[in-house]
């Protein structure tokens, strides 16, 4: 199940896609080739009978399917919208027009299923902030107190982890110098890898992406 069932039950949801499979050909053939560009235009193509408000709600409502497409896969949402719309006369229509807006090709379906996979099982890391803390020390003899620098580092993530979002925690100088020797060696091992890695085993585009070859 997708969100697009959780999302069913919301009347505004209901009725934006109902003004986004109602629009005429030129403009569903416009979000599509808008879409396409990766950039969505905030006004209706020139000439459309599309209304601004009606191009405003359907152009929200692809961008939030095409979201869902990208994180359950497109036969996921076609499943879900036929399911939320069994009965209806308007069915087979919404299934088509979605169909025309959001297929993908097979490569691009594929690069998409790789991206879900990466993101799948366990909490995924979506932000890092790192702060540096100087700490005041006293002075063991008479005199002025001195700092102690310490590196201050938040990890955000996509799902709680021991009931927080993020994790918080503290590298101290001598500390630092491991970490990114261990994050350069484990960068350095993947490379190594995915450049002897057969091509059906590795997708050429996810090759290009680790070894930055062309």
Not at 60 to 73: E, P
């Given at each position: 199940?997708?969100?697009?069932?959780?999302?069913?039950?919301?009347?505004s949801?209901?009725?934006s896609?109902?003004?986004?499979?109602?629009?005429?050909?030129?403009?569903?053939?416009?979000?599509?080739?808008?879409?396409?560009?990766?950039?969505?235009?905030?006004?209706?193509?020139?000439?459309?009978?599309?209304?601004?408000?009606?191009?405003?709600?359907?152009?929200?409502?692809?961008r939030?399917?095409?979201?869902?497409?990208?994180?359950?896969?497109?036969?996921?949402?076609?499943?879900d919208?036929?399911?939320?719309?069994?009965?209806?006369?308007?069915?087979?229509?919404?299934?088509?027009?979605?169909?025309?807006?959001?297929?993908?090709?097979?490569e691009?379906?594929?690069?998409?299923?790789?991206?879900?996979?990466?993101?799948?099982?366990?909490?995924?890391?979506?932000?890092?902030?790192?702060?540096?803390?100087?700490?005041?020390?006293?002075?063991?003899?008479?005199?002025?107190?001195?700092?102690?620098?310490?590196?201050?580092?938040?990890?955000?993530?996509?799902?709680?982890?021991?009931?927080?979002?993020?994790?918080?925690?503290?590298?101290?100088?001598?500390?630092?110098?491991?970490?990114?020797?261990?994050?350069?060696?484990?960068?350095?091992?993947?490379?190594?890898?995915?450049s002897?890695?057969?091509?059906?085993?590795?997708?050429?585009?996810?090759?290009?992406?680790?070894?930055?070859?062309?």
């Amino acid at each position: 199940m997708t969100a697009f069932t959780e999302f069913w039950d919301i009347a505004s949801f209901r009725s934006s896609f109902a003004a986004l499979i109602k629009l005429p050909e030129p403009s569903i053939q416009a979000l599509r080739a808008a879409l396409d560009e990766g950039s969505l235009p905030s006004s209706p193509p020139e000439g459309s009978d599309t209304s601004p408000d009606e191009w405003l709600r359907s152009r929200s409502m692809v961008r939030t399917l095409a979201a869902i497409r990208d994180d359950d896969g497109f036969a996921a949402l076609l499943g879900d919208i036929a399911q939320s719309m069994e009965g209806s006369p308007e069915s087979e229509q919404a299934t088509q027009i979605i169909q025309k807006l959001l297929e993908l090709d097979p490569e691009t379906e594929q690069l998409n299923l790789i991206r879900r996979t990466q993101y799948a099982a366990l909490p995924v890391l979506i932000s890092l902030s790192v702060e540096v803390d100087f700490r005041a020390v006293p002075s063991v003899a008479v005199g002025e107190p001195t700092l102690a620098p310490v590196y201050v580092v938040r990890l955000t993530f996509d799902e709680d982890i021991a009931g927080s979002g993020a994790i918080v925690f503290q590298v101290p100088d001598d500390a630092t110098d491991t970490v990114l020797r261990r994050l350069e060696e484990a960068k350095n091992l993947r490379t190594s890898i995915a450049s002897r890695l057969p091509g059906e085993l590795l997708h050429e585009k996810i090759r290009q992406e680790i070894c930055g070859d062309g």
